[in-house]
Nanobody
């Protein structure tokens, strides 16, 4: 599976932004998708994930209630809707996928990674 995240940009605190992750290659609908982010000087951290069917989602505590993940298997797309953005959300955001379809938080459980997209939130 090849992945490409896009949609990042520079926004102000309180704004919303939607990131997209386009997939190609193997049967995308069989893969769970995770979103991760990495701020300068910090480790890449889990943001959230969605199961292969879209019925299950999981979020990091830091984004719960503000971020929503969805997917459209017919279009091979996954989305990360980010609302009420904060300066601490500033990071490069990555989408990743794993076979098996179940949701996991751990980075090493994801085999396929896309290039990241920069999100900058100004105060």
């Amino acid at each position: 599976v090849q992945l490409q995240a896009y949609g990042g940009g520079l926004v102000q605190a309180g704004d919303s932004l939607r990131l997209s992750c386009a997939a190609s290659g193997r049967t995308f609908s069989r893969y769970a998708v995770g979103w991760f982010r990495q701020a300068p000087g910090k480790e890449r951290q889990f943001v959230g994930a969605i199961s292969w069917s879209g019925a299950g989602t999981l979020y990091a505590d830091s984004v719960k209630g503000r971020f929503t993940i969805s997917r459209d298997n017919a279009e091979n797309m996954t989305y990360l809707q980010m609302n009420s953005l904060k300066p601490e959300d500033t990071a490069v955001y990555y989408c990743a996928s794993r076979s098996g379809g179940t949701i996991r938080r751990e980075r090493d459980q994801y085999s396929y990674w896309g290039q990241g997209t920069q999100v900058t939130v100004s105060s």
